[in-house]
């Protein structure tokens, strides 16, 4: 299986900073990764798709880039509704695999 | 409104059989393959099984292989997880979840439940 490695696996940062997380596959995963938000006690939702396209109803501070084998997830200006655990997850194998999540905290 | 109800977790003792159902609405659900995620408690996501949209392609995680068994229903919009010889391992909340492209089964997921919990205990 291909494995997803994330980091950090913690961030603290205020409102406003830039933040950045990044993904790394143990294989080239070419552009298939997706990444996805979720807070406590709820579904996960699709921020990014095919590495860098932004889905639908998802605010412009979040971007995406990266192919082959080295990923990030970029929010411009971290905002207070921003906090929560964010997950990659690569779909070019059968076998589809997430990483094991970031969690953002707002200082 | 786009929307999938998963249903049909329960405690169920280890050895023991359980079926997940997912009810889904708002879309042309036999366009769309369809996958299962779960995720033990304070764990992180962890991908399950996908159908094609035609039900003629499943893929699975290993660990569930020979055990866990995805099928859909195009006539009644439903997806289902068969899940047997049930093992502590496998207590999690389980999510129901739809692939953005229609056709596509290698895909991100954009259309989730709100899940259904599994407990495998004696």
């Known amino acids: 299986d291909i494995q997803m490695t994330q980091s950090p696996s913690t961030l603290s940062a205020s409102v406003g900073d830039r933040v950045t997380i990044t993904c790394r596959a143990s294989?080239?995963?070419?552009?298939?990764l997706a990444w996805y938000q979720q807070k406590p006690g709820k579904a996960p939702k699709l921020l990014i798709k095919?590495?860098?396209s932004l889905a639908s109803g998802v605010p412009s501070r979040f971007s995406g880039s990266g192919s082959g084998t080295e990923f990030t997830l970029t929010i411009s200006s971290l905002q207070p509704d921003d906090s929560a655990t964010y997950y990659c997850?690569?779909?070019?194998?059968?076998?589809?695999?997430f990483g094991q999540g970031t969690k953002v905290e707002i200082k | 409104q786009m929307q999938v109800v998963e249903s049909g977790g329960g405690v169920v003792q280890p050895g023991r059989s359980l079926r997940l159902s997912c009810a889904a609405s708002?879309?042309?659900?036999?366009?769309?393959?369809m996958h299962w995620v779960r995720q033990a408690p304070g764990k992180g996501l962890e991908w399950v099984a996908v159908?094609?949209?035609?039900?003629?392609?499943?893929y699975y995680r290993d660990s569930v292989k020979g055990r866990f068994t995805i099928s859909r229903d195009n006539s009644r919009n439903t997806l289902y997880l068969q899940m047997n010889s049930l093992r502590p391992e496998d207590t999690a909340v389980y999510y129901c979840?739809?692939?953005?492209?229609?056709?596509?089964?290698?895909?991100?997921?954009?259309?989730w439940g709100q899940g259904t919990m599994v407990t495998v205990s004696s």
């Open positions: 159908v094609s949209y035609d039900g003629n392609k499943t």
């Open positions: 979840a739809r692939s953005v492209h229609e056709e596509w089964s290698f895909d991100a997921l954009d259309i």
């Open positions: 294989q080239s995963i070419s552009g298939w």
């Open positions: 997850q690569q779909y070019n194998s059968d076998s589809r695999t």
């Open positions: 095919e590495a860098s």
């Open positions: 708002g879309f042309t659900f036999r366009r769309y393959g």
